[in-house]
């Protein structure tokens, strides 16, 4: 197994991302690195490639000492949505949500905001609340729409696909 490198850049400098594509265009106009690809492209649908290393414990046997999986990261990447205000919409006794806002859409939250805002003995019942809430939500939506719950859950996740896909779209034809 050959060792390759991943790198996210956020709000990259337009001077620095020209340089980074000079350097990028040179190497691939001489061949002078034989060990792969550089490619600097925007954030599309491979970010999910990228990040998914970074949740999993990689421990192929195969791999030699000196090439052992590792990451490096931005310390604290995104505490800056541990304020205060948020500490208290998410211990509020009203708040059922076990996930946080990002624009139109709510994703489940990171256990990096679960271990900031929560204790060890809270999370597994929030946990245990939240599929509880879920399943309850589910019901009731089959329920209104006279549908089981697998047609409903069918249903809801294509209407999230759909939703994506226009976000999406909006936001890569504003960005071309």
């Not at 400098?13 to 190497?27: A, D, G, M, R």
Request: some cysteine; charged content about 30%; aromatic content about 14%.
């Amino acid at each position: 197994m050959r060792p390759h490198y991943h790198i996210i850049f956020f709000n990259l400098h337009p001077v620095i991302k020209s340089q980074l594509n000079s350097v990028s265009y040179e190497y691939k106009k001489t061949d002078t690195w034989q060990y792969g690809n550089i490619d600097i492209e925007p954030i599309s649908n491979r970010i999910h490639y990228v990040t998914k290393y970074l949740g999993k414990d990689h421990k192929p046997e195969n791999c030699p000492k000196e090439n052992k999986p590792f990451n490096i990261m931005t310390p604290n990447l995104g505490s800056s949505y541990l304020r205060p205000w948020n500490h208290r919409y998410h211990k509020s006794p009203n708040n059922k949500e076990y996930s946080v806002p990002v624009k139109d859409f709510k994703i489940p939250m990171p256990d990096y905001y679960k271990n900031k805002f929560y204790s060890d003995a809270l999370r597994p019942l929030l946990a245990e609340q939240s599929i509880k809430d879920f399943k309850e939500r589910q019901s009731e939506g089959a329920k209104k729409l006279n549908i089981t719950i697998e047609q409903y859950e069918a249903r809801r996740q294509r209407i999230a696909l759909a939703q994506y896909k226009l976000k999406k779209e909006e936001f890569l034809n504003k960005n071309i």
